[in-house]
């Protein structure tokens, strides 16, 4: 495989579905390959083991409205991610957020947008259970998931 940026984002990915706890298919939903976690029976051993992950990975959680399997999942693949980037060549911020955005487009539906930066203002609005702001070392990351809707005629003039 090539030292290429895309190459590496593409090994971090496949090495992820490879690690993720173990899914159950969500049978009511219309998108065949959606999947969601089997529910925690324990919040508290949630919160420690979020808190244990972001001591782990030098986290700072902002601010969340995301289930906690869903933010372990950010941590985990974003920590892999700048892992993979420090020796040369450095990931930019452009292809981890790519890379977050499509990790999560492709394992929890489409629709998910990333900011990656040291110093940004944001306001957006976002589907419940799809929001995330943290940093991680020196760089500070933003995803959430709008909601889409079919333009199924276009409008009359």
Known sequence: MQNHPSSLIH????????????????HGSKDKNHTMHAPNPNPSQTIMRLASLAIDFNVRLKSSDMPAHMQEHALHHTRSLLSLSTPPPKLSNTLIARALKKEFDTKYGLAWHCVVGKSFGSFVSHTGGGFI???????????????VHLVRQPPSL
């Open 11 to 26: 090994s971090i990915t496949m090495e992820e579905q490879q690690q993720q706890p173990k899914l159950i298919k969500d």
């Open 133 to 147: 702001y943290f940093s991680i070392d020196s760089l500070s990351i933003l995803l959430f998931k709008t909601e």
